[in-house]
């Protein structure tokens, strides 16, 4: 989970319990920008990994699950997870 994901977690329990200021109700839009710009690129990552495997181009698609193993480590800092 990337750290965006983190902060959004932290301002939708914040708004649970008060009102989020101008500056959290930006930072929400901001985490939500990256959030569809990642899952995008993500998305496109997987559909060209299948694109590979229905070639059979397994050289291509072994490169594209390199970017794909690459993008989704980006959050992980080697904490472990916490239960929620």
Known sequence: ????????????????????????ESEVSACLH?????ARKLAGLYNL????????????????CAQIDKLESQGDFGWKKPSL
């Open 1 to 24: 989970m990337l750290a965006v994901h983190w902060r959004l977690a932290e301002l939708w329990t914040l708004q649970k319990s008060r009102e989020l200021t101008e500056e959290e």
């Open 34 to 38: 990256y959030n569809a710009i990642y």
């Open 49 to 64: 990994s299948l694109a590979a495997s229905l070639t059979g181009d397994t050289q291509w698609q072994h490169e594209i």
